[in-house]
């Protein structure tokens, strides 16, 4: 099904997707994503990129204070009040691992998490080693029969990915240098 993110009801038929346990292509505030209801969508994500299982995806939460229920690390208020906005943080889980969590600046987006009740996965909309594609054309061509529901906000030419930063050993490392430039008194 391809919906238009416009539409008065896209917040909750893309919302009902993910409850139900669907695969949808959704724009983000970064750039188009496979998205999924944590933990039941990781399969559905890997079957569709063919990726390695062993590589997790970004977990998406509705607002910065969902953080707290999902890990013991307290962030510091500076990197904390980058979110809402394109910016991933690794920190550790409840569960004695890591887990790479964004809270995106999106509303439409946040308004769909919020509904859903848990994390939304995100990574981009690509095979496994290959481009993210960011034209609406290319995505329904590529993935139309793969996933359940693509929400279409027209073409993301411009769109980069979020910036990823490793924040679990108490200190501040860039992984990955997205959207958002982090103010060089946060990273050590």
């Avoid at 769909?112 to 054309?137: D, F, H, R």
Wanted: proline share 6%; aromatic share 6%; charged share 20%.
């Amino acid at each position: 099904m391809l919906i238009q993110k416009n539409n008065p009801e896209s917040i909750e038929i893309t919302a009902t997707y993910l409850r139900n346990k669907k695969l949808v292509i959704i724009p983000t505030d970064t750039i188009y994503g496979f998205s999924g209801i944590v933990p039941e969508g990781n399969k559905l994500i890997i079957k569709a990129k063919g990726r390695d299982e062993g590589k997790p995806f970004i977990q998406l939460i509705s607002c910065p204070e969902d953080l707290e229920r999902y890990s013991p690390d307290i962030l510091p208020k500076d990197l904390k009040a980058l979110w809402p906005g394109a910016v991933t943080i690794i920190v550790r889980n409840n569960s004695g691992g890591t887990t790479a969590f964004r809270c995106p600046g999106d509303m439409w987006l946040r308004s769909i998490i919020q509904k859903t009740g848990k994390p939304i996965y995100s990574t981009s909309v690509n095979k496994a080693g290959e481009a993210a594609l960011n034209t609406i054309s290319e995505i329904c061509t590529i993935f139309g029969m793969t996933a359940d529901l693509i929400v279409d906000n027209g073409d993301s030419n411009e769109s980069i990915a979020s910036t990823i930063i490793d924040a679990t050993n108490g200190s501040c490392r860039i992984i990955r240098q997205g959207a958002v430039k982090i103010p060089t008194h946060l990273i050590t």
